[in-house]
């Protein structure tokens, strides 16, 4: 899917089932911990904002708002945020964080940045 067809407000509707995807993906190094390394209570925050930020952006698509770039543009900071808390954690744990849990919260930060960069630009644009 080339996300930069994406237009207008759909954007909510793909950040929202993106972050439900990651809290449920979330549970995988929950439940495997001893094979990812990150401390189960630190992957119970993950999973909780990524549910808040999946209720926010579904909230918000289906309020059909005018003024959804201004929410656009708090949504991607908050998942720039988000890559922040993460990378704290995975520093923070990286005496028993391993190979598959490095892989996992780099790829996970990697793809929520390329969406908040592209929700950036979404926000500011003078279309949408």
């Known amino acids: 899917m080339n996300i930069s067809l994406i237009k207008g407000r759909t954007i909510f509707l793909v950040d929202a089932i993106g972050a439900f995807v990651s809290a449920i993906s979330l549970l995988v190094p929950y439940l495997f911990k001893e094979v990812f390394g990150m401390p189960q209570s630190i992957l119970t925050i993950f999973i909780t904002i990524a549910i808040a930020y999946s209720l926010y952006s ?4 289906l309020s059909n708002t005018p003024k959804w770039k201004s929410y656009l543009l708090i949504i991607a900071l908050l998942n720039i945020g988000y890559c922040l808390f993460t990378m704290y954690h995975v520093f923070n744990n990286m005496n028993t964080i ?14 929520i940045l390329t969406l908040s960069g592209f929700e950036l630009r979404l926000s500011r644009a003078k279309t949408g």
Do not use: A, D, K, S
């Open 58 to 61: 579904i909230t918000v698509y």
């Open 98 to 111: 391993t190979l598959y849990g490095y892989l996992y919260f780099v790829g996970e930060i990697l793809i």
